[in-house]
C-alpha cells in the first residue's frame, strides 16, 4: 500500500496548504545555492513545515485539512493513537490526535540511554493502531526507524501521514511500500507549483527553475552536489 490516488479534493486541499506555507514565507527558493537535505539530496527548493507553529489561524486550518483528509482516506475508527516523531512530528501529532479525539505518543530516533531507556514515550499497548504523524517526507528512509520502534513496542502501524510530501525524489513511496505502510499527505510541490502560479507569488525565471529541478530531480540533484539516484 503505497500510498493513495489523489482526487480533485485532494488536489484542492493540496493547494490551499501550499498557499498558507507560501504566505507565512515556510517555501524557500534558491537555485544559487541549493539546499542540501536531511537524506542528501540537493534541491532549489526547501520547505520548513516547523514554521506553520507560530501562526495559530494558519495552523488551525492545515489542522483541519489534515484531520479530513486523515477521516476521508484512513477513518479515524481505524486509529487509536497518533505518535509523532522526533522532533517536528511531535507538534502536528499533539494538533491532530487532539482533532481526532485519540490519544498521542511520541517516538524518539533512538532509546535516550538512561533511566527506562525509552524510546516511544505514552503507553502503546500491544495490538493497538497507531498513525504516525511527521511534518514532511521526502525519500521516506527516517520513517522506517519510528515504524520499527512502535511495532517492536507491540502497535500496528499501517498509515503514516505528513503534511509535505517532495513527491519528487525517488523512492519514499516504495520505502513505505516495503514498510507495508500508506503515505498520506496534504500538499507536494506540484500544489505548490500551481498555488505560486495562480497567486502570482514567484517570478516567471522562478517557476521555470522550480519546472526544471520536477522534470528530473535526482539530476538535479547530482548535478549540484547532492546525491544521485
Known amino acids: 500500500m503505497a500510498g493513495f490516488e489523489r482526487t480533485d479534493a485532494h488536489r484542492a486541499a493540496g493547494e490551499e496548504t501550499a498557499k498558507i506555507l ?19 539530496w540537493a534541491s532549489p527548493v526547501y520547505i520548513d513545515c516547523r514554521k506553520l507553529i507560530a501562526y495559530l489561524e494558519e495552523r ?23 505518535a ?16 481526532l479525539d485519540k490519544p498521542m505518543l511520541y517516538v524518539r530516533k533512538k532509546p535516550k540511554g538512561f533511566g527506562r531507556n525509552a524510546q516511544i514515550e505514552g503507553d502503546v499497548g500491544e495490538g493497538r493502531r497507531v498513525l504516525l504523524v511527521e511534518d514532511l517526507a521526502t525519500d521516506g528512509g527516517s520513517k522506517v526507524t519510528f515504524i520499527d520502534a512502535l511495532r517492536t513496542a507491540g502497535a500496528v502501524v499501517s498509515d503514516v501521514f505528513v503534511v509535505f510530501f517532495y513527491g519528487a525524489f525517488p523512492g519514499a513511496e516504495e520505502t513505505m511500500a516495503k514498510s507495508g505502510v500508506g503515505l498520506h499527505y496534504l500538499a507536494d510541490w506540484q500544489d505548490v507549483l ?12 522562478d517557476i521555470e527553475g522550480v ?17 544521485s539516484a
Not at 507565512?24 to 545555492?33: C, G, L, Y
Not at 500551481?194 to 525565471?205: D, H, I, K, L, R
Not at 526544471?212 to 547530482?222: C, I, K, Q, V, Y
Open 84 to 99: 509523532g516523531g522526533e522532533t517536528a512530528g511531535i507538534p502536528y501529532a499533539a494538533w491532530i490526535s487532539e482533532a
Open 60 to 82: 488551525r486550518r492545515v489542522i483541519a485539512l489534515a484531520a479530513e483528509l486523515i477521516e476521508s482516506d484512513i477513518g479515524a475508527g481505524s486509529i487509536d493513537l497518533v
Open 194 to 205: 500551481a498555488a505560486a502560479e495562480n497567486g502570482g507569488y514567484f517570478t516567471p525565471g
Open 22 to 40: 507560501i504566505d507565512i514565507a515556510a517555501v524557500n527558493f534558491r537555485p544559487a545555492e541549493p539546499y542540501i537535505l536531511t537524506a542528501g
Open 211 to 227: 519546472r526544471e529541478f520536477l522534470a528530473g530531480p535526482a539530476g538535479w540533484s547530482e548535478s549540484h552536489g547532492g546525491r
